[in-house]
Antibody, heavy 117, light 108 residues
Framework: QVQLVQSGAEVKKPGSSVKVSCKAS????????VSWVRQAPGQGFEWMGG????????TYSQKFQGRVSITTDGSASTAFVEVSSLTSEDTGVYYC??????????WGQGTLVTVSS | DIQLTQSPSFLSASVGDRVTITCRAS??????LAWYQQKPGKAPKLLIY???TLRSGVPSRFSGSGSGTEFTLTISTLQPEDFATYFC??????????FGQGTRLDIK
């Protein structure tokens, strides 16, 4: 069974960038899709984007288009999300998830990103 | 974007109770709806997908129903470990993927 382990918490200054990783054990992202979801403090979940292995190229939410990049490493065992031009509104917990056609399962443990001057 | 509205936002219940949570979509999504459980500080866990298919390993006291725009998650007999936040997700063809705002289930 695939497990996803994410990188640790980050504190960033406004205007900077952050890159969060998500390592898969027991499988690769060549077989399964990966999506990234953000949960702001006290808020619901926002889908940021994902990669479908059938197509290979990432798809992004319009809200994050141009500011977010989702990639995988050469072995396709680690996925990354990079968010640029950070503001305080980007503070939140970032989750990766194995994205099947009809559900996300499992999810990574989450990575807290705090944007503060 | 497809909006998902959950009701209620907060629910107080006792062990042994039967509870139902509703998720309404702003437009029809067939049965492309999933339900998740999240406990504080933990990652969400899949309970149900395609509106009514129980994920392997999830207790049978959880059930889902609905299609189109109205969906329900029912817990038949609440157990102590069921007190958590529940949220729905639509995975229709139309992007973006969206989520309900969540229903927090507390012990009465």
């Amino acid at each position: 069974q695939v497990q996803l382990v994410q990188s640790g918490a980050e504190v960033k200054k406004p205007g900077s960038s952050v890159k969060v990783s998500c390592k898969a054990s027991g499988g690769t992202f060549r077989t399964y899709g990966v999506s990234w979801v953000r949960q702001a403090p006290g808020q619901g979940f926002e889908w940021m984007g994902g990669v479908n292995p059938l197509f290979g190229t990432p798809t992004y939410s319009q809200k994050f288009q141009g500011r977010v990049s989702i990639t995988t490493d050469g072995s396709a065992s680690t996925a990354f999300v990079e968010v640029s031009s950070l503001t305080s509104e980007d503070t939140g917990v970032y989750y990766c998830a194995l994205a099947f056609e009809n559900y996300y399962d499992p999810w990574g443990q989450g990575t807290l990103v705090t944007v503060s001057s | 974007d497809i909006q998902l509205t959950q009701s209620p936002s907060f629910l107080s219940a006792s062990v042994g109770d039967r509870v139902t949570i509703t998720c309404r979509a702003s437009q029809g999504i067939s049965n492309y709806l999933a339900w998740y459980q999240q406990k504080p500080g933990k990652a969400p866990k899949l309970l149900i997908y395609l509106a009514s298919t129980l994920r392997s390993g999830v207790p049978s006291r959880f059930s889902g129903s609905g299609s189109g725009t109205e969906f329900t998650l029912t817990i038949s007999t609440l157990q102590p470990e069921d007190f958590a936040t529940y949220f729905c997700q639509q995975l229709n063809d139309y992007l973006p993927i969206t989520f309900g705002q969540g229903t927090r289930l507390d012990i009465k």
